[in-house]
């Protein structure tokens, strides 16, 4: 049946401003990393991409190497979207990124303008769109000229292929750097897009090439912030404190980088129950404590969470109804993460 989206979408969801731009994103947005490839059902995928639009999602976050396997999850967005969504492209914010491996040969990964301009051409004729909304170089590249990847940004988007540009994985001093051109040529940078959770803050460790941490030079370069793997692939919730699910990314065993057994380690596990006690006492679920506590930092526009089904994606919905956190439960959340 043709999808209609629900009327009162725009009423169960905030929007934060990326940094000082004209563009405001849901403080949860939905990424496609693990979940949207093969060989899952489509019908989940559809399912699960109404549910975050009924309710305010707005921003759908891909890359060119989503799946498993590569490139799949774009092509799977491609065709719901071509059923569900095209009506509303004004209303949606797709983003796609380069960086990681693609294709054999010098020109299929890392930070080339060659790589990078092939690679939207690509992602664009996937999903089946004449533009993405934000274009991102996924990680930094030690070989290619800054100025190199930050020109094809810039050209993307005078292009028109891509209405935004952004980063994701850059360190700090890097990341101003690539502020800075980006600005001089004229297509400033919409937004970084780091990994950040409780189990893993790099982002707040200070970095002495420019004596501040990440979100400190994010703020003052007037640059957003949303940040990924807020739940640890599945760490932070309460999923893995009695065993392994079958069905859960762990359980799967996908390729890739995803969460494996490896990542189960008992120290880890034991803080997380411990986590869970205070998230049970704020009337939340380990996963709404977790994406709660990233929120209440103002510098994060967005949370970028994946899901495996509409439940767990309406569950982690809810978690903006309770981001204030007491001194007493801030401390003892420290004391755990210690
Ligand atoms: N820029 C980058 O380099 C980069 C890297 C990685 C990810 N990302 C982006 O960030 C997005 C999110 O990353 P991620 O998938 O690692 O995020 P995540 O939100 O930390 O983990 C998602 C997993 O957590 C579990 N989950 C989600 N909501 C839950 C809930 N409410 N209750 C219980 N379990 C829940 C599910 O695990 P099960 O599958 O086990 O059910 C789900 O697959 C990606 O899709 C991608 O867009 C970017």
């Avoid at 950040?196 to 004596?211: C, F, I, P, Q, T």
């Avoid at 069905?247 to 490896?262: C, H, I």
Wanted: glycine share 8%; proline share 4%.
């Amino acid at each position: 049946m043709s999808y209609v989206a629900a009327e009162d979408r725009y009423t169960k969801m905030q929007y934060r401003r990326s940094g000082k731009s004209g563009l405001l994103l849901p403080s949860i947005s939905l990424g496609l990393w693990q979940n949207f490839g093969q060989p899952d059902d489509m019908n989940v995928y559809r399912q699960t991409l109404r549910t975050a639009f009924d309710n305010g999602i707005t921003h759908f976050d891909l890359a060119n190497n989503y799946g498993p396997p590569v490139g799949e999850a774009e092509i799977n967005f491609g065709k719901i979207y071509k059923e569900d969504f095209i009506a509303y492209r004004d209303e949606i914010i797709i983003a796609t990124k380069a960086g990681y491996y693609m294709w054999p040969g010098p020109y299929g990964e890392w930070g080339s303008k060659k790589y990078l301009t092939s690679s939207l051409d690509q992602s664009l004729k996937r999903m089946g769109l004449d533009y993405v909304d934000v274009f991102y170089h996924h990680r930094p590249d030690p070989n290619t000229p800054l100025e190199e990847s930050m020109a094809a940004l810039d050209l993307i988007v005078r292009q028109g292929k891509a209405l935004y540009a952004g980063i994701s994985n850059y360190p700090a001093d890097t990341a101003a750097e690539a502020f800075k051109i980006l600005k001089q040529l004229g297509t400033p940078c919409l937004i970084h897009q780091p990994k950040y959770s409780m189990l893993d803050r790099w982002v707040e460790k200070k970095n002495d090439a420019v004596n501040k941490n990440l979100l400190e030079v994010v703020d003052e370069n007037g640059v957003g912030c949303i940040v990924f793997s807020p739940l640890a692939q599945g760490l932070l919730t309460d999923k893995y404190l009695k065993g392994i699910p079958a069905d859960s990314r762990v359980g799967r065993k996908l390729p890739n980088g995803a969460l494996t057994e490896n990542g189960l380690d008992e120290n880890v596990l034991h803080k997380v129950a411990a986590l869970n006690i205070i998230a049970q006492q704020r009337n939340q679920t380990m996963a709404q404590m977790a994406i709660a506590w990233l929120l209440k930092d103002k510098r994060i526009t967005s949370v970028l969470v994946g899901a495996s089904s509409s439940q767990q994606l309406l569950n982690s919905i809810a978690a903006a109804n309770n981001i204030e956190f007491s001194n007493e439960e801030l401390a003892a959340i420290e004391e755990i993460l210690k």
